[in-house]
């Protein structure tokens, strides 16, 4: 599954969200929402195993992307 990230800094998560398709975006006339990055933050699209969605709290979604995001 993949999930845009947008981060401030080096390690401030600002938010996250499923990742669209350009063919998901429905047929014309539909509307559509997404992440856009702001002044100073970087968006980021990356890959998390399926089981991400089951993760029970704020803190450990945000340590897993953390883990995800900066792991060298």
Known sequence: MKLTVITKGKDEIVG???SHRIHD???P???RGGLLAG???QIHEVEVPDDFSF???SEE???RLQAI????
């Open 39 to 41: 002044p100073g933050q």
């Open 29 to 31: 006339g539909q509307f």
């Open 55 to 57: 993760t029970p709290s």
């Open 69 to 72: 995001l900066y792991r060298k």
């Open 16 to 18: 996250y969200a499923l």
């Open 25 to 27: 975006a429905g047929q």
């Open 61 to 63: 979604i945000h340590g």
